[in-house]
């Protein structure tokens, strides 16, 4: 970083180009932004609308919702919260939160949507459902109602239709259909600091900014991840991803071809998830934008396959 | 509940039993403690223990961790935070948080254990991950090492043998084993109250004791569980569960067995999981005093299946 | 409350007047709503708007600037959180949150804004402050500038001009004027509900969706009163306030004069200052529909003085 | 930092002496711990403890009731929350948090006792008030249940004597006489990072360790404090204190007796007050270690007047 990025509050931007080979790219506010880009790739996407007598609560229902929903490496969808909804603004009156489930393909999506408000959203106190699309031309039913065992009904919640559920705490209204859309799943960005919490304080401001934005989510824990992968391995051939040992610092002095830049300590890599490219490419936009106000950035990278494994490309000189 | 109950402070306890077979219980601070036990079942539990460099990192990893795990009807697993672990008593001097993951089927579990690692906490900045039970006699192998693709080694953390991976973040520590112990699961409650928030907020303020305990969980989201439910269904023969329709309240008027009190607004449960009989038991009697505790609660009764489910059984008069 | 009220996301709205001159009013969703008004008075308003790297730390600075401001009758000011602010709306594209001082003597409020941000904003990591009034004619000058013993030095954070002080954490960054408004404090309603938490939830409810407004604050604990007073006092007449006794649920029983309904077990009041009449009486409104959404809750009522206290009045009867 | 320091969960220490002049000190974990001493003076306690329904309840008294209380310089007293007691240790079976009041002169501790309480926790929702140092010789009497004005009586919870007066929100009770002890405060250490991020996140580390202690407080907001200040001015004579421009990091370049150290990005100190000599020497301990975990840490110091300031010194040579 340069010594403006020292100062607390600090908002002017320099931006010059690099041409130096091994180190191509932007300087921003003191920050090399590499000229490389992230590549995504296409998902289905739901989105859920929660609401409950206090926000709490209703954070509450989500946080369980999206739990191991890291990955659709190793877990049912790709979850996280993407809005809060002030009670003014939501369909019930009460104060709300939307999630968004992920996956590319639109049957284990359905699986997830079902299981998860089963298990998670209907368990937990005061909640409703609704749909958090109702724009989407596509939606998948949810038929959650059979739960009632025939005392459920049919209802009105203002402009929204909903099954009324009779449960041992009360009432549980849910719309019968969730909205989804084809989305852009896999956005990244990499934030590499002169410190471990200098890289992930900038990761975590990131993820703020991005949060900001409605119909994103970064499914990571916190919304960061600490343990970028490569696809498969160079030892273990049962292994279908490792460690992207390029990219780790503590291996930086005895790996010839390491790609840790001189003097970085950490790398965090933010991945996003959203409703359409627009969204994705604003998202990256803020959280760079964030991450670069934090003392101690020494670059921004992004990861991609070399185009092979989706449509989407993001291209860094693009969002200063 | 009694006018005692009121009173903000309020711990005078009064115990008086009552005969009538309408409502066969005890008395206990003017809350009707009937006379019946929970059931519970046995299964495999393994404790896993979460440290990061600030507390708030520890629980983050632990909240991703344990979601989409309420139940095993339609979960993976049921999980849940038992225990914070201040700084001074952790493995590593850094702040810990211990959770659960429970499953009957120990193979089942082992997969739960390995996935939810890999993809919750490996993934979550600044974490190490030690066995949570050192002294169990049977433990799980994670070999979550593979991971470092030959980069990894061995090391200790003070009386801990652990293997350091090399990741983007720095480097991630666990241990090879995980810890698992025969417990129980299932033990529980259920909270009467004469209004909504009164009910809810005595089963929060049970859970609040419960998770004052060490080895135990309530796995459902808030540790509360909103939609008790029965096996099968008198209507829809393709439903496995419905609602638990003679404990709803609004359908009291309507149902002429219906089992829910007069004046009783909503019911929420509570369901314990913990690595004895032992500590379920403390649980159900710390929780169901703290319940007791708050103003506007009428009873509180629990669930079984005439000991046909498990081999465990907590009698309600034995909380007293 | 009537039995619609028991289901969760209930929100049809039954309205009808009640002409039973013990309790005239109107029945809104199954709660009374007395037919009687708040009375507020002016008071001048200043706005302080805090970013941060990340927001819990904008938020740590302002919980610290705003405690000990409950009453003006015992702290130096009445202060609150008003709004938060996401990064891309901020004046330096960091998170920030904006809190109110409140106090009617324009110089008791503006050496309550000093002191409040010597003590409690420039200590707290990584913060700078802006005027939260950027329009407001009438300013207050802060010349906290002096702290950086000639080190300081003005420069411009994208159109706001600011003193950079150095400091050891890195500079502070601060306007030299924060605005002031002259707008209304005291605006106010009480819930009353049949058990403690019902009242405390709807209590709580209501303020959620107070401070979804902006330019609005509750400044007691959690925005709520519990023990609301009466001016004076019966016995003591060495006390300037006493507990109004008369809305006390466990003198019920024994004051023949008590104005406690018919079954209430708690009464909680919610206490609003804002920037304006207009923002005030939405605060109103909008806090009452949010506590009507909770079940067990009996009567809504305000506190006024027969219109000596205070200019301002907020008929109940006008927020249905 | 040496580089062992870049790993996650390191633990090994390395404890070297440096005898260069410029920087004498011991080397811990690859940080310098500079060879001087926090200079601390004599002080009142008060121990308030907060019980509530729920532990969120019982905090949100206790913020409100440490806030605007960093420093006597410019507030009414130092306080901070000490503790968390949970339910089945605290006095009444309820949630607790215990915060202190901080005064080195006994008659203003007693106003702040009194203000903080009547005006923060008696109109907090469902809390109590017990003594948080029942052992304690000197006590001082709060007398606030002449709130109560006549309808307030003497009870006793389980084995405390305590007022009940009646509110709107039900009971509140307290016990008449709070403990006081002569305690120390101004313990202190400073904690130097090659970026603002790992300073930060080092000196909350600190916190976290300190707080997990019973009976100490870090007053400032977090428990940081970001603009540590020297006594009087170079330039302004009419301030009492300024920025400490030596260890300001923005000014090393342009101040030839700078004492900040070579790659210093910013420097955080924690003040810890606590009820004796030997707790506030455990924390220092505990709180250096911590910080000493986090990468990126160069520089540990303390502050002190040559002993002038008060008769407590604590060396950091003691600490490792």
């Known amino acids: 970083m340069n010594s403006d990025n020292q100062k607390n509050g600090e908002i002017k931007c320099s931006t010059n180009e690099v041409s130096d080979n091994s180190k191509k790219g932007i300087i921003h506010n003191g920050v090399l932004i590499e000229d490389t880009f992230a590549e ?40 996280g919260i993407a809005d809060y909804v002030i009670p003014q603004m939501s369909p019930d009156g009460r104060p709300g939160v939307t999630v968004l489930l992920v996956h590319p393909d639109k049957k284990q999506l359905k699986e997830q949507v ?25 939606r998948i039913p949810i038929k959650i109602h059979y739960f009632g065992d025939g005392f459920e009904y049919q209802t009105n919640v203002r402009d929204r239709n909903v099954w009324a559920i009779p449960i041992m705490g009360g009432e549980f209204l849910i719309e019968e259909e969730i909205g989804i859309v084809k989305g852009v799943a896999g956005g990244n960005f990499f934030v590499m600091g002169n410190s471990q919490m200098a890289a992930l304080t900038a990761a975590q401001a990131a993820v703020e900014a991005i949060l900001s934005l409605d119909e994103t989510i970064c499914s990571f824990p916190g919304g960061v991840v600490s343990s970028g992968s490569k696809v498969g391995s160079l030892k273990y051939k049962f292994m279908k991803a490792t460690t992207n040992h390029l990219f780790c610092p503590t291996l930086k002095d005895t790996l010839p071809d390491s790609l840790v ?10 991945v996003i998830d959203g409703t359409s490219y627009g969204i994705v ?31 989407h490309k993001f291209y860094l000189r693009d969002m200063i």
């Open 114 to 138: 079902i299981d998860r408000i089963a298990e998670c959203i209907l368990t937990a106190p005061t909640t409703a459902v609704f749909n958090g699309l109702p724009n989407a031309p596509e």
């Open 261 to 270: 830049p001189e003097g970085v300590r950490a790398i965090y890599e933010i």
């Open 281 to 311: 490419k604003q998202a990256i936009h803020d959280g760079i934008h964030a991450a670069c106000s934090i003392d101690g950035i020494v670059k921004i990278s992004a990861g991609n396959y070399g185009g092979k494994l989706g449509p």
């Open 40 to 79: 995504a790739f296409d998902a289905w996407i739901a989105s859920i609308l929660i609401t409950a007598s206090k926000r709490d609560l209703a954070e509450t229902a989500a946080v369980s919702a999206i739990g191991y929903g890291t990955s659709i490496i190793g877990c049912g969808a790709e979850a």
